[in-house]
């Protein structure tokens, strides 16, 4: 998008009702013709956007594309979003996130795509990444913490991302340890950390967070490691991509504060009441080998898995897939 376009978007969104040629003209310093010509070029775009004589042009709707200047207009952070970086195809967000952190990116910056080609997950997964239709997210972080206390900062992307949730939707999410969001039982966002350390300290942190938001049941691949779905397709209603990511990155913002004010406790605390698992008796297998474990205690300080098994011995668990076999605990 050429930046005056940007700017004349950036003006419908935070002025509202109609804007007159003569004001778009005199806030952008370009001639009413040039104004025009970007209006056209934001309809060809998928922009509707109104014109009425002597009252101006008015914009109806957006296209449902990730839109970093709506966005930035519904930004309410400290730090998270103060600088975006959008591209419509990248690899990757997080190498993307990863190579301007190395670059001195400042903390807060957020890197968004509307598709992927090389999406990953926990352990070396591919995380399917159509375009048009769902979130994919990376965010850098500066955190003054020892390495060894990073991983806690994936529980932190976990609850801004079911708050998110639940603020643009009726669902209720849950939250699979170490790192999915459910709905219904089936996967619905995964999360995905890289760190940049030294022995006494952190570099930077990527967020990386990947919700699926409008993919239909045909989009998802036939090999699956577990059932998936999307927020669209448990609700029915589509959602409106630019205003949920404005939404969990604020909620980002928030937690993030909140753990730099008050440490990991009060992030733990919300993060082990919406998790799947607590309080009830779990398999945790790794590498194909299962254990039973027993009872899911909740999480630890570095947010190792705590689980008791059925002689009474507490387990540290700090990898592995968590599979919920009692549902009803004890």
């Known amino acids: 998008m050429h930046p005056k376009a940007g ?53 109806v709707s957006s296209p449902d594309t990730i839109d970093p200047h709506k966005i930035s207009t519904q930004l309410k952070s400290i730090r998270i979003g103060q600088r975006l970086e959008f591209q419509k195809m990248t690899a990757s967000t997080n190498a993307d996130a990863f190579r301007f952190a190395e670059d001195g990116a400042v903390e807060g910056t957020v890197v968004l795509a509307e598709s992927q080609s090389g999406g990953k997950g926990r352990r070396g997964r591919v995380w399917s990444s159509p375009a048009g239709v769902n979130l994919y997210c990376s965010v850098v972080l500066r955190p003054a913490i020892m390495p060894h206390e990073a991983p806690q900062l994936t529980f932190l992307s976990a609850v801004a991302a079911a708050r998110a949730i639940e603020l643009t939707t009726k669902l209720t999410p849950q939250i699979k340890w170490p790192n999915d969001l459910l709905v219904s039982g089936k996967k619905v ?10 022995t006494d300290g952190i570099n930077f942190v990527i967020l990386g967070i990947g919700v699926n938001l409008n993919m239909t049941a045909e989009q998802f691949p036939g090999d699956l490691r577990h059932p998936a779905t999307s927020l669209f397709l448990e609700s029915g209603v589509r959602v409106d991509r630019s205003r949920f990511t404005s939404t969990m990155l604020n909620e980002l913002d928030r937690v993030y504060s909140d753990f730099l004010a008050h440490g990991f406790g009060p992030i733990r605390e919300e993060w082990q009441k919406r998790c799947n698992a607590n309080g009830r008796r779990v398999l ?4 194909g080998t299962e254990c039973t474990g027993g ?14 098994s059925d002689d009474n011995i507490m387990h540290r668990i700090t990898c592995g897939d968590v599979r919920v076999i009692d549902a009803s605990g004890y």
């Open 7 to 59: 700017a004349i978007l950036h003006l419908f969104l935070t002025e509202g009702g109609y804007t007159s040629g003569e004001h778009l003209s005199r806030e952008l310093g370009v001639s009413r013709t040039a104004i025009w010509k970007h209006i056209s070029a934001l309809r060809n775009d998928g922009y509707l956007i109104e014109a009425v004589p002597s009252r101006g042009y008015r914009l």
């Open 189 to 198: 966002a995964g999360l995905l950390n890289e760190m940049s350390a030294e």
């Open 284 to 287: 945790v297998s790794d590498s």
């Open 295 to 308: 009872r899911f205690i909740g999480i630890d300080s570095d947010g190792a898995l705590l689980l008791r």
